[in-house]
């Protein structure tokens, strides 16, 4: 029973506004005593815009203060936009972690392929499990997506019960797995749901995803017509697409090799876990020749990934030639089509035909399109709806389709926007710190650091560096010594930059008043400012300077 002071409340800390880096956590309870739940710990990939970054995480600092009232964390699934910040947050929280099997063991795999990381207990949930967690009673609802166990979670309370959907499509024929459990979702709406949290990623398309049966017929028969060798590329964690594949190649008496540590890791686990049950062994690499299919990692473009090798030619075991076919069985990611098309541009330079999703149903969605979206809300005829999962078009999109439906409350927020959801009609009611952290090298560094932004206006730009030495007379002893880095040799004229730059410091230094070149402090601030001038007049750029004054 609720009193008349409990809230039930939710938070988006990231996700929401983005693609990937997937956090929400759901609050129980008298406002200054909440129990909290969190839902996914994901990552976002970075981009050129932030050199150096390999990951972006989301802030935890909110959670880190909370976390004796954490009453744990459920992964929906093994997505990395869902699961992948675990490894590196966990340790800061240690709060019981519950996922399915597939899920766990994909984590504990990946735990396996990180040197140091820490050991992570996971709590395993069967699929459709429910279990409790203090005032929260959770029920995992079997939704079919892009990888096995995908689950959205009935998460109820004595102020009622929320969907959160998780990532999701309407596939009646998934290859793999139960299809999404429209009876549980029906009898969620006939029991009374409160509130819809769901997946926005495809609201901006119309109509219904085509199913993965679907696109097994497609590959099967390129597969089948394929004039030499065959490789395609998928996410690893596709498994439904790996086994459709695998079985097509069999069908056609090709051995299939696999090429990329992450396809060998997420096949070992789908062995382990029944999920290819039936399907001959794959092949190690050293097998790879002319009657074989390749599966190999790279999708997304990734520079170090198998297929992008392949393009620059650059791969030991694995090289294609004219006449072979490249199958795309993807879609790039927002943000990396650019990478993608350079590793399509490079295979097709080498005379290797290309196919892709442009021409061929090799790739299917694994989120919702309009119809289901119309479906999944008549199902549940929540009385709240919260678009998440997505960027602010495909939330505002999603919202307005939710009006349509007939939804009375839609409701549009953002990161580290708290929500009541009840009592009463949905709310904010505060703001919690939401942010960012990067992965940087093995470090994680907060977004509002300079560290990056310096990095981005060092490679925009460059740095000067130069050191003097000064006698307490304040004369110059010895040479000043000018380096530059990522800064142009010579200016239109063929003047050497460094010249310029030695010419500008030893004129600001000569023309100080003798009294005012005792002081270190002057001294640099007045050779820092004439070398950024001499330059910007010479180049139109004014690059970091560093002035290192040494008194002798
Ligand atoms: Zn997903
Ligand atoms: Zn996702």
Redesign the pocket.
């Known amino acids: 029973m609720a009193r008349a002071s409990d809230e039930l409340v939710f938070a988006p800390l990231g996700g929401v506004g983005e693609i990937g880096m997937n956090l929400a956590i759901y609050g129980f309870g008298e406002e200054h005593r909440r129990q909290w739940i969190a839902v996914d710990f994901g990552v976002a990939f970075s981009d050129d815009a932030l050199p150096g970054v390999d990951l972006i995480l989301p802030d935890i600092s909110y959670l880190v203060e909370q976390r004796r009232n954490i009453l744990g964390l459920v992964l929906?699934?093994a997505?990395e936009?869902?699961f992948g910040a675990v490894i590196d947050l966990w340790p800061r929280l240690k709060i019981p972690i519950y996922a399915t099997p597939f899920t766990a063991a994909l984590l504990q795999a990946k735990r396996e392929s990180e040197p140091g990381a820490p050991e992570i207990p996971v709590n395993i949930v069967p699929l459709g499990g429910r279990f409790t967690l203090g005032p929260f009673d959770i029920e995992l609802v079997s939704m079919a997506?892009?990888?096995p166990e995908?689950n959205g979670l009935i998460i109820r309370t004595p102020l009622g019960a929320v969907l959160h959907t998780?990532?999701w499509k309407i596939d009646p024929t998934p290859v793999i797995g139960p299809p999404t459990d429209e009876a549980k979702l029906r009898a969620l709406g006939d029991e009374g749901c409160l509130a819809l949290i769901g997946d926005s990623t495809n609201a901006v398309r119309e109509g219904r995803s085509p199913s993965e049966t679907d696109v097994a017929k497609c590959l099967a028969e390129l597969i089948r017509t394929a004039p030499a060798r065959v490789a395609v590329t998928t996410f690893a964690s596709n498994v439904a697409r790996l086994r459709v594949v695998a079985e097509a190649a069999a069908a056609c008496d090709r051995e299939v090799v696999l090429v990329g540590r992450a396809m060998e890791r997420i096949s070992q686990v789908a062995r382990e876990t029944g999920y290819l049950d039936g399907i001959r062994d794959f092949r190690s690499v050293e097998v790879y020749g002319h009657k074989v299919l390749a599966l190999c990692t790279g999708s997304q473009g990734e520079p170090r990934a198998a297929l992008s090798r392949i393009a620059q030619d650059d791969h030991p075991e694995v090289a294609f030639s004219r006449g072979d076919r490249v199958i795309f069985s993807s879609r790039a990611i927002p943000g990396n089509e650019k990478a993608v098309m350079r590793v399509i541009n490079g295979l097709v330079s080498q005379g290797i035909e290309v196919i892709t999703d442009r021409t061929h149903l090799v790739h299917v969605s694994?989120?919702p399109r309009m119809d289901e979206l119309r479906d999944m809300i008549g199902w549940v005829r929540p009385q709240i709806l919260l678009p998440v999962h997505g960027e602010p078009l495909h939330m505002a999109e999603h919202a307005a389709l939710a009006r349509r439906a007939g939804v009375g409350q839609v409701v549009q927020c953002r990161d580290g926007e708290l929500l009541r959801l009840a009592p009463g009609g949905p709310r904010k009611i505060d703001e919690i710190p939401a942010g960012r952290l990067y992965k940087d090298g093995s470090l994680l560094v907060r977004a509002d650091e300079r560290t990056v932004a310096d990095r981005r206006r060092l490679g925009f730009a460059g740095v000067v560096s130069i050191a003097l030495a000064i006698s307490d007379r304040g004369e110059l002893i010895g040479d000043p010594q000018v380096t530059l880095t990522g800064i142009p040799e010579a200016d239109a004229l063929g003047h050497r930059i460094e010249d310029i730059a030695y010419d500008a410091a030893m004129g600001a230094f000569g023309s100080m008043p003798r009294q005012r070149r005792r002081d270190p402090e002057a001294v640099g601030e007045a050779v820092r400012r004439a070398i950024r001038a001499a330059l910007s007049a010479t180049w139109n750029k004014k690059p970091t300077c560093h002035v290192h004054v040494l008194e002798v």
């Open positions: 929906t699934h997505h936009d869902h997506h892009s990888i995908s998780g990532d694994g989120h």
